[in-house]
């Protein structure tokens, strides 16, 4: 005969307890999830009728066109080439600045985790990380927009590497630390120089981690408006030369938004940025898993 | 004059008076004189935390990449006091194999092989290259098993094939010495076997020094023993001898397990 089991009193309230917690999780873990879709179906919903080919062919029309457009109904011409290609000129210099020096910077830390230096440098990064962009933006502006009497990609570039560079140092000196002594150990015990270890044992294995990072960091940076407003500016055609005036898809959002005649225009633009920082930061995460060292 | 080269040539490693410190004036190895001659196996067998890991990384300047740690005295590598070599060229001569496996993560079985020529920047031609991979696996065994997936990931293979990879990536610079510490204490028992088996074999052609605190593998595997005991060099002595009739009763209560 089966004898069922009783439960005592003390044992259905924890149970209660752990049901009551346990939906609780997962409920608040739902809620997470919910701003990033509505943001996503809003800008669905009002971009797509201007989310087409020409996006990405052509420049962003003016003030002029738009209003014409408008007034015989029909859809707004134009793209926003030139704030993708400014985009891609402004990241592509911040990435050439940036990840070199963060990279050492975050090898230098892992490496002299005790050393004085080390531990002043990583507490001014960590302050670095909180300077509010739009402030880093007005230095920019003084140490390269003024002595190069004039806007430029390359100032631009440098206020993003600038706010880059925390993220970069972190993740190499995370990713680096995480690796097991014997490894270095391995290194130098076949004679190879420091150097040569860091270089071609350490960073190797390190590098999903440092890929991953700098993807982040590039996701992150790749929507910042207020610094790019005082150093790049921006740009009504496309534009490939460092020292000019240049566009960024950011840049041309705001303009957007700031121009009753073309603010339909807004939607498609945020939706086509925001799928370019999901888009790196998907392919960040896979990465991650996939190159992850066992 | 002829008198101290021979004798240099007979020893191939001389340690004089050696001390490690990893705080000031607290020796981790006290004052540890021995001699090793060339195509031996010695064993450094002692309890946990007696030093002799300590004393074998002093051998190939290992404890340089840690400031604090201090090594004094004299360490003769073929005559030579390695103090006054370039550290580099000493952890060349000395190769060393590691606790667990630890095949570099990123390189292939041949990268891994050729490894120390790479890290060494030392250029080599590809037949050359290929000649010191397949005779450096062959020297393990490890040729047959891995000859068909030379471009897998040196981590792909198991324990046992990793630690017998990673003594052939030591034994391709062609060192004067191998370095072993605590080999086959992270293998399985037919790892550690066929890991013994090889120690066997190379002993033909290397200097073995082994940490081990597994007394039979000493006593199977070394022609001398040393037994440490608080960073000190108790007895220094053939296997044999040590085994059959210890001269120290420390030594004697080791073996005979009264303390481990």
């Known amino acids: 005969?089966?004898?069922?089991?009783?439960?005592?009193?003390?044992?259905?309230?924890?149970?209660?307890?752990?049901?009551?917690?346990?939906?609780?999780?997962?409920?608040?873990?739902?809620?997470?999830?919910?701003?990033?879709?509505?943001?996503?179906?809003?800008?669905?919903?009002?971009?797509?009728?201007?989310?087409?080919?020409?996006?990405?062919?052509?420049?962003?029309?003016?003030?002029?066109?738009?209003?014409?457009?408008?007034?015989?109904?029909?859809?707004?011409?134009?793209?926003?080439?030139?704030?993708?290609?400014?985009?891609?000129?402004?990241?592509?210099?911040?990435?050439?600045?940036?990840?070199?020096?963060?990279?050492?910077?975050?090898?230098?830390?892992?490496?002299?985790?005790?050393?004085?230096?080390?531990?002043?440098?990583?507490?001014?990064?960590?302050?670095?990380?909180?300077?509010?962009?739009?402030?880093?933006?007005?230095?920019?502006?003084?140490?390269?927009?003024?002595?190069?009497?004039?806007?430029?990609?390359?100032?631009?570039?440098?206020?993003l590497a600038i706010m880059m560079l925390p993220m970069i140092i972190r993740s190499t000196e995370e990713s680096i630390k995480m690796l097991p002594t014997s490894l270095k150990e391995a290194g130098l015990a076949l004679g190879g120089s420091y150097t040569t270890v860091?270089?071609?044992?350490?960073?190797?294995?390190?590098?999903?981690?440092?890929?991953?990072?700098?993807?982040?960091a590039i996701s992150r940076v790749m929507g910042e408006t207020a610094p790019l407003l005082v150093t790049a500016l921006g740009a009504s055609t496309v534009n490939w030369d460092a020292t000019n005036p240049t566009s960024a898809i950011s840049l041309?959002?705001?303009?957007?938004?700031?121009d009753p005649n073309l603010a339909n225009l807004v939607w498609s633009s945020s939706l086509l940025l925001l799928l370019f920082v999901l888009g790196i930061n998907l392919f960040a995460k896979s990465i991650a898993k996939k190159w992850k060292i066992q | 004059m002829e008198n101290t080269v021979n004798l240099n040539e007979q020893y191939i490693l001389e340690l004089k008076d050696v001390s490690v410190s990893y705080t000031?004036?607290?020796?981790?190895?006290?004052?540890?004189?021995?001699?090793?001659?060339?195509?031996?196996?010695?064993?450094?067998?002692?309890?946990?935390?007696?030093?002799k890991s300590t004393l074998l990384r002093a051998i190939n300047r290992m404890h340089e990449l840690y400031p604090e740690i201090e090594t004094t005295g004299e360490i003769l590598l073929k005559g030579k006091n390695i103090f006054d070599m370039n550290p580099m060229k000493v952890r060349r001569l000395a190769g060393m194999v590691f606790q667990r496996p630890?095949?570099?993560?990123?390189?292939?079985?041949?990268?891994?092989?050729?490894?120390?020529?790479?890290?060494?920047?030392?250029?080599?031609?590809?037949?050359?290259?290929?000649?010191?991979?397949?005779?450096?696996?062959?020297?393990?065994?490890?040729?047959?098993?891995?000859?068909?997936?030379?471009?897998?990931?040196?981590?792909?293979?198991?324990?046992?094939?990793?630690?017998?990879?990673?003594?052939?990536?030591?034994?391709?610079?062609?060192?004067?010495?191998?370095?072993?510490?605590?080999?086959?204490?992270?293998?399985?028992?037919?790892?550690?076997?066929?890991?013994?088996?090889?120690?066997?074999?190379?002993?033909?052609?290397y200097t073995i020094v082994i940490v081990t605190h597994n007394m039979s593998q000493a006593a199977r595997l070394s022609d001398n023993s040393m037994f440490m005991y608080l960073g000190e060099l108790v007895e220094y002595g053939t296997t044999k001898q040590m085994f059959t009739k210890p001269k120290d009763k420390r030594t004697e209560d080791y073996l005979t397990g009264v303390f481990s």
Do not use: H
Not at chain 1, 252 to 258: A, G, K, P, R, V
Not at chain 2, 30 to 39: D, F, L
């Open chain 2, 24 to 51: 000031p004036g607290k020796n981790a190895v006290n004052m540890v004189n021995a001699n090793i001659r060339e195509n031996t196996v010695t064993a450094i067998m002692g309890p946990s935390g007696c030093g």
């Open chain 1, 1 to 159: 005969m089966k004898k069922k089991k009783r439960l005592t009193s003390t044992a259905k309230y924890r149970l209660t307890k752990s049901k009551i917690f346990f939906f609780a999780v997962c409920t608040l873990s739902a809620i997470t999830m919910v701003p990033l879709f509505l943001i996503l179906w809003e800008l669905v919903k009002k971009g797509y009728k201007q989310f087409n080919l020409n996006l990405f062919t052509e420049v962003a029309p003016t003030s002029m066109e738009a209003m014409l457009a408008r007034i015989s109904d029909s859809p707004i011409p134009g793209g926003i080439l030139n704030g993708i290609t400014g985009t891609l000129l402004i990241l592509a210099i911040a990435i050439i600045i940036a990840i070199p020096v963060g990279i050492m910077v975050g090898v230098y830390l892992a490496e002299n985790p005790k050393k004085r230096m080390a531990g002043f440098v990583r507490s001014l990064s960590d302050l670095l990380q909180g300077i509010p962009s739009i402030v880093i933006g007005v230095v920019v502006y003084i140490w390269i927009v003024i002595p190069m009497s004039g806007y430029s990609a390359l100032a631009g570039s440098i206020a």
């Open chain 1, 252 to 258: 041309l959002i705001w303009e957007f938004y700031n």
């Open chain 1, 198 to 216: 860091v270089l071609r044992v350490l960073l190797p294995s390190a590098f999903s981690g440092l890929f991953t990072g700098s993807l982040l």
């Open chain 2, 102 to 205: 630890n095949p570099f993560p990123t390189m292939s079985i041949y990268d891994n092989v050729i490894a120390g020529y790479k890290l060494n920047n030392i250029k080599l031609s590809k037949t050359e290259r290929d000649e010191v991979v397949e005779s450096s696996l062959r020297s393990v065994a490890l040729w047959d098993e891995v000859k068909d997936s030379m471009n897998k990931k040196g981590t792909f293979l198991s324990g046992g094939q990793q630690q017998r990879l990673c003594i052939a990536r030591a034994l391709a610079l062609k060192p004067e010495l191998l370095l072993m510490d605590e080999p086959t204490s992270a293998l399985d028992p037919i790892s550690t076997n066929r890991v013994e088996e090889l120690i066997f074999e190379l002993k033909k052609e």
